[in-house]
């Protein structure tokens, strides 16, 4: 199995920080100082390409043959894409929308792989819950949803699905 326990913290600690960030808390510019958009950006940039380099390992290290865990590395480039794409924008102080639009593809895509998580109802729950999540980010980007919002939505989604399944909070996930 790849080290999908550094992916789920490194992905749960990316969207806390966005989540405070949209929640309020944190996200005010002092005067002087770059807007904390900049560092939240930082901090998805690398939980991206973490997710982009553990897609990589598995799918170079492990033949589909012996290790239905390849299909797993599509899922992670998905996500991988969506915060280093969302770390850039951030961090370079550009148009969030163009994140919103990307958010539409990474809360669809990943539902494709339902079948795949056959065995965890969990998981597909999951995938289920993080489509919400990313319609509500391009909801929020688009001026549709206010940030607090998406930041109470995203804190839930840090906490509940990303943080709590490594932490062994939950325990009935099982991986092909």
Do not use: C
């Not at 913290?9 to 920080?17: D, E, K, P, Q, R």
């Not at 992670?76 to 969506?82: C, E, K, N």
């Not at 639009?101 to 065995?119: E, K, R, Y």
């Not at 489509?131 to 001026?143: E, H, K, P, R, V």
Request: glycine fraction near 10%; charge should be neutral; proline fraction near 6%.
């Amino acid at each position: 199995m790849p080290p999908i326990t550094m992916v789920f913290l490194l992905t749960g600690i990316a969207v806390f920080v966005q989540a405070m960030y949209f929640i309020g808390i944190g996200a005010s510019q002092q005067e002087g100082q770059k807007n904390p958009i900049v560092a939240a950006g930082w901090i998805a940039l690398t939980a991206g390409i973490a997710d982009l380099a553990v897609a990589f390992y598995v799918t170079v290290g492990r033949p589909i043959e012996a290790d239905p865990s390849l299909i797993l590395s599509g899922l992670l480039a998905i996500y991988g894409l969506f915060f280093v794409a969302l770390g850039v924008v951030e961090i370079l102080g550009l148009d969030l929308r163009v994140v919103g639009n990307l958010a539409i593809a990474t809360g669809i895509i990943p539902l494709f792989w339902i079948p795949f998580f056959s065995g965890s109802l969990t998981v597909q729950a999951h995938l289920v819950w993080w489509l919400i999540a990313f319609l509500s980010i391009t909801l929020t980007t688009y001026g549709k949803m206010k940030p607090k919002v998406l930041g109470w939505i995203l804190m839930i989604t840090a906490v509940v699905f990303f943080l709590a399944f490594p932490l062994g909070l939950i325990n009935n996930v099982s991986f092909p």
